[in-house]
């Protein structure tokens, strides 16, 4: 048994993070103490209704409770000296006088049934103990330390930051860290929720808890023990428990009065009949005490608690941390989901679009150029130029006196003569024409132009461009079928926004946007809806994500003020997760629902039968308190067998070792094209939009489809 409630010892068994179960002598044995005191009630009963030995029944009556009334009394001692009225005083004080009226049996029965209702709801609510149980036992107690002299077992909690750590095959991963030497393919499943194996290579991120599929590895620790991803969970959900909903405050605050009135109300409906219509004492004095257990708040108090830790827990399981209870009941109230671009509804990894030359400069010559010089800038942009050249076996040419203007761009010289790669308004001020044409295309197409000039022309403009997350459609099309409206408000260009906005159909894109403005663009939203989500993952995100009524990060990418700043953190990059975040959350506030309304109309209905003389002793325990409190748990229970919708998708087929397209006839080369926010990928003779290459029930297929024939001699087109 548990206590700390205001009204129930055994409704704060929610209370898991703080819950510590020691089993007593009698909850070792329980059942045979449960079978022992059943069989002298029965023993009571038969010999009273046989013998009519009424003193010899009442006695084994009082055996009985002997047998079943331990951790019952217990708590009713603790509970008086608390200075606390609580189900178990209610129980005990009816139990008690049931045998001045010679009801002892049905006394004796009333403990016994209710000893076995809070044995029940221990076992139910165990389940979610475990649950979280598990996840902090995720990551093992001990890691493989690398030394001078090789590795050593160590424990986990003993390992700093910095130190490397090797991961064997099929091996948990006992801290978070960075691949140092190696790639494997890990199995997330129990920290994000993502069934599918995961590649990681050098420098990508390892969460403890993981498994190790295939191939030794060495890690780099950047988390230790107390702050690994997994101990952030168990903090979230303990945190989440303490941060309570309105519900549950009314609750508990309603049931802080309620106990008391009770055993008052019972008084009256004992003492009113007889002293003042002198109706039969013994009748009303028997009414009095059914009406004391009927009235038990149990049910009432664990209605909405144990609904919302079943569901942090499961939620913690899908890879989506809550930090409060009241972002379980909040749902309710969000009618707009606001969005970041970069890094949220994309993957935030830049790749070129498109290489543009000028000046009797070819377009290899431009990438060479330009690669050479962001070859020494560490600049994402100048990375993904240097990484598409990498791919095409480009090579580079030596750069001297290289150098980087801040916020414009770098120049270097490229065999004794300069260049410069960076932005328009960098290219404006070193006063070079600019086909204005060109710059428009581009941007109406979505991308982000790098101009490549030397100190008398522009030879060239490489394109950049984002990915639209897959599973970005799925998530937009999914909220609007779920009623919720949507808007993107990002830093990004206006016409980037336009691009992504116009693939997922957002029904509203700002572009252009400070932090400050989007905290603007958040408090009009309020202003215009009934509530507002904003989802993010940057530093620029934080102001919002704390301005909006519901912050979600995404945690895959998210920077640590972003995840600070969120009310709900989805660990993984799979946008459907805030999908099974809305349907668990509105799932559990249904069945809270469902919890209050039953225990009310149950409650009233048998106080109503009671005090009009249809109820007996035996009926308000075994079916208005204990019946509807464990319909109360396991309905709560329910949360657990929800499974998710969505299934995974694995981006591996869609991942493009294309670089362009070339006709081996007439030389002409292409970019690969981009459809719905990716790369086309290659099926058979021609180029399909990757959403054909997805079966997905969420999903809108796509049947655009170009054919590989160059469009100057007709001839087939070529992929390298």
Same mark, same amino acid.
């Given at each position: 048994?548990?206590?700390?409630?205001?009204?129930?010892?055994?409704?704060?068994?929610?209370?898991?993070?703080?819950?510590?179960?020691?089993?007593?002598?009698?909850?070792?044995?329980?059942?045979?103490?449960?079978?022992?005191?059943?069989?002298?009630i029965?023993?009571?009963?038969?010999?009273?209704?046989?013998?009519?030995?009424?003193?010899?029944?009442?006695?084994?009556?009082?055996?009985?409770?002997?047998?079943?009334c331990?951790?019952?009394?217990?708590?009713?001692?603790?509970?008086?000296?608390?200075?606390?009225?609580? @189900?178990?005083?209610?129980?005990?004080?009816?139990?008690?006088?049931?045998?001045?009226?010679?009801?002892g049996q049905?006394?004796?029965?009333?403990?016994?049934?209710?000893?076995?209702?809070?044995?029940?709801?221990?076992?139910?609510?165990?389940?979610?103990?475990n649950a979280?149980?598990?996840?902090?036992?995720?990551?093992?107690?001990?890691?493989?330390?690398?030394?001078?002299?090789?590795?050593?077992?160590i424990?986990?909690?003993e390992?700093? @930051?910095?130190?490397?750590?090797?991961?064997?095959?099929?091996?948990?991963?006992?801290?978070?860290?960075?691949?140092?030497?190696?790639?494997?393919?890990?199995?997330?499943?129990?920290?994000?929720?993502e069934?599918?194996?995961?590649?990681k290579e050098?420098?990508?991120?390892?969460?403890?808890?993981?498994?190790?599929s295939?191939?030794?590895?060495d890690?780099?620790?950047?988390?230790?023990?107390?702050?690994?991803?997994?101990?952030?969970?168990?903090?979230?959900?303990q945190?989440?428990?303490?941060?309570k909903?309105?519900?549950?405050?009314?609750?508990?605050?309603?049931?802080?009065?309620?106990?008391?009135?009770?055993?008052?109300?019972?008084?009256?409906?004992?003492?009113?009949p007889?002293?003042?219509?002198?109706?039969?004492f013994?009748?009303?004095?028997?009414?009095?005490?059914?009406?004391?257990?009927?009235?038990?708040?149990c049910?009432?108090?664990?209605?909405?608690?144990?609904?919302?830790?079943?569901?942090?827990?499961?939620?913690?399981?899908?890879?989506?941390?809550?930090?409060?209870?009241?972002?379980?009941?909040?749902?309710n109230?969000?009618?707009?989901?606001?969005?970041?671009?970069?890094?949220?509804?994309?993957?935030g990894?830049?790749?070129?679009?498109?290489?543009?030359?000028?000046?009797?400069?070819?377009k290899?010559?431009?990438?060479?150029?330009?690669?050479?010089?962001?070859?020494?800038?560490?600049?994402?942009?100048?990375?993904?130029?240097?990484?598409?050249?990498?791919?095409?076996?480009?090579?580079?040419?030596?750069?001297?006196?290289?150098?980087?203007?801040t916020?414009?761009?770098?120049?270097?010289?490229?065999?004794?003569?300069?260049?410069?790669?960076?932005?328009?308004?960098?290219?404006?001020?070193?006063?070079?024409?600019?086909?204005?044409t060109?710059?428009?295309?581009?941007?109406?197409n979505g991308?982000?132009p790098?101009?490549?000039?030397?100190?008398?022309?522009?030879?060239?403009?490489i394109?950049?461009?984002?990915?639209?997350?897959?599973?970005?459609?799925?998530?937009?099309?999914g909220?609007?079928?779920?009623?919720?409206?949507?808007?993107?408000?990002?830093g990004?260009?206006?016409?980037?926004?336009?691009?992504?906005?116009?693939?997922?159909?957002?029904?509203?894109v700002?572009?252009?946007?400070l932090?400050?403005?989007?905290?603007?663009?958040?408090?009009?939203?309020?202003?215009?809806?009934?509530?507002?989500?904003?989802?993010?993952?940057?530093?620029?995100?934080?102001?919002?994500?704390?301005?909006?009524?519901?912050g979600?990060?995404?945690g895959?990418s998210?920077?640590?003020l972003?995840?600070e700043?969120?009310?709900?953190?989805?660990?993984?990059?799979?946008?459907?997760?805030?999908?099974?975040?809305?349907?668990?959350?509105k799932?559990?506030?249904?069945?809270?629902?469902?919890?209050?309304?039953?225990?009310i109309?149950v409650?009233?209905?048998?106080?109503?039968?009671?005090?009009?003389?249809?109820?007996t002793?035996?009926?308000?325990?075994?079916?208005?308190?204990?019946?509807?409190?464990?319909?109360?748990?396991?309905?709560?229970?329910?949360?657990?067998?929800?499974?998710?919708?969505?299934?995974?998708?694995?981006?591996?087929?869609?991942?493009?070792?294309?670089?362009?397209i070339?006709?081996?006839n007439?030389?002409?080369?292409?970019?690969?094209?981009?459809?719905?926010?990716?790369d086309?990928?290659?099926?058979?003779?021609?180029l399909?939009?990757?959403?054909?290459?997805?079966?997905?029930?969420?999903?809108?297929?796509?049947?655009?489809?170009?054919?590989?024939?160059?469009?100057?001699?007709?001839?087939?087109?070529?992929?390298?």
């Amino acid at each position: 048994m548990t206590k700390g409630s205001p009204s129930c010892s055994h409704c704060s068994a929610y209370e898991l993070g703080h819950h510590h179960h020691e089993k007593s002598f009698f909850g070792e044995y329980f059942w045979y103490f449960i079978g022992f005191s059943a069989i002298f009630i029965l023993g009571s009963i038969l010999i009273e209704f046989f013998l009519d030995y009424l003193f010899i029944s009442q006695v084994l009556a009082i055996i009985s409770i002997i047998f079943s009334c331990y951790e019952v009394i217990k708590e009713t001692i603790e509970n008086v000296k608390e200075k606390r009225i609580t @189900a178990n005083l209610l129980m005990v004080i009816a139990a008690v006088a049931s045998f001045f009226i010679f009801h002892g049996q049905e006394g004796a029965t009333a403990i016994l049934l209710y000893a076995i209702a809070e044995h029940l709801e221990e076992l139910t609510t165990d389940k979610s103990r475990n649950a979280i149980r598990e996840i902090l036992e995720l990551a093992p107690d001990e890691a493989l330390v690398k030394t001078a002299g090789g590795y050593l077992n160590i424990p986990s909690k003993e390992v700093k @930051a910095g130190e490397i750590i090797g991961i064997k095959p099929a091996m948990k991963v006992p801290l978070d860290g960075m691949i140092e030497k190696g790639e494997s393919y890990f199995d997330e499943s129990a920290i994000t929720g993502e069934s599918i194996p995961v590649f990681k290579e050098n420098g990508a991120e390892v969460f403890a808890g993981s498994i190790n599929s295939e191939s030794f590895v060495d890690i780099r620790v950047t988390r230790e023990s107390n702050d690994t991803v997994i101990a952030q969970i168990a903090k979230t959900i303990q945190y989440a428990q303490q941060n309570k909903s309105r519900k549950e405050k009314f609750i508990e605050k309603f049931a802080r009065y309620y106990t008391p009135s009770i055993l008052i109300a019972s008084l009256l409906v004992i003492l009113i009949p007889t002293l003042l219509f002198n109706l039969n004492f013994t009748d009303w004095f028997y009414r009095g005490l059914i009406l004391l257990v009927v009235s038990c708040p149990c049910a009432l108090t664990l209605s909405t608690p144990l609904a919302n830790v079943v569901s942090l827990t499961k939620l913690a399981k899908e890879g989506i941390l809550v930090k409060g209870n009241r972002f379980i009941e909040l749902v309710n109230d969000i009618e707009t989901f606001a969005f970041d671009k970069t890094g949220t509804l994309t993957e935030g990894k830049l790749k070129v679009y498109e290489i543009r030359s000028f000046h009797d400069k070819d377009k290899e010559e431009v990438l060479k150029i330009a690669a050479s010089l962001e070859r020494l800038s560490e600049h994402p942009i100048g990375q993904a130029i240097v990484n598409y050249a990498k791919g095409l076996r480009t090579n580079f040419y030596e750069v001297e006196d290289f150098e980087i203007i801040t916020g414009r761009g770098i120049k270097g010289y490229i065999n004794n003569e300069i260049f410069y790669a960076g932005s328009e308004k960098f290219f404006q001020e070193l006063k070079l024409e600019i086909p204005e044409t060109n710059l428009t295309d581009i941007k109406e197409n979505g991308t982000l132009p790098v101009l490549i000039g030397n100190d008398k022309t522009l030879v060239g403009i490489i394109t950049i461009r984002d990915l639209l997350r897959v599973s970005a459609p799925i998530l937009i099309k999914g909220l609007k079928e779920r009623g919720y409206s949507t808007t993107m408000i990002s830093g990004d260009t206006q016409m980037a926004c336009n691009t992504i906005g116009g693939c997922l159909d957002i029904e509203d894109v700002q572009g252009s946007l400070l932090p400050n403005q989007k905290i603007e663009q958040i408090e009009s939203i309020k202003n215009n809806s009934r509530g507002v989500a904003m989802v993010g993952d940057g530093i620029n995100d934080a102001p919002a994500l704390a301005s909006a009524d519901l912050g979600i990060a995404i945690g895959a990418s998210a920077t640590d003020l972003t995840l600070e700043t969120a009310d709900i953190v989805i660990i993984n990059d799979d946008l459907t997760k805030l999908l099974t975040y809305i349907d668990i959350t509105k799932k559990t506030n249904k069945i809270i629902k469902q919890n209050i309304w039953t225990s009310i109309i149950v409650k009233l209905s048998f106080a109503f039968l009671t005090v009009l003389g249809f109820m007996t002793l035996w009926l308000a325990v075994g079916i208005g308190d204990m019946g509807v409190s464990l319909f109360v748990l396991l309905n709560g229970m329910r949360i657990f067998r929800y499974k998710s919708k969505f299934q995974e998708i694995s981006t591996k087929t869609l991942e493009n070792d294309v670089k362009t397209i070339i006709c081996e006839n007439c030389k002409t080369k292409r970019i690969l094209p981009q459809h719905h926010g990716r790369d086309m990928i290659k099926q058979d003779d021609k180029l399909v939009c990757w959403r054909q290459l997805i079966d997905h029930d969420q999903l809108e297929p796509c049947e655009e489809e170009l054919p590989l024939y160059c469009p100057k001699c007709s001839k087939k087109l070529e992929i390298h």
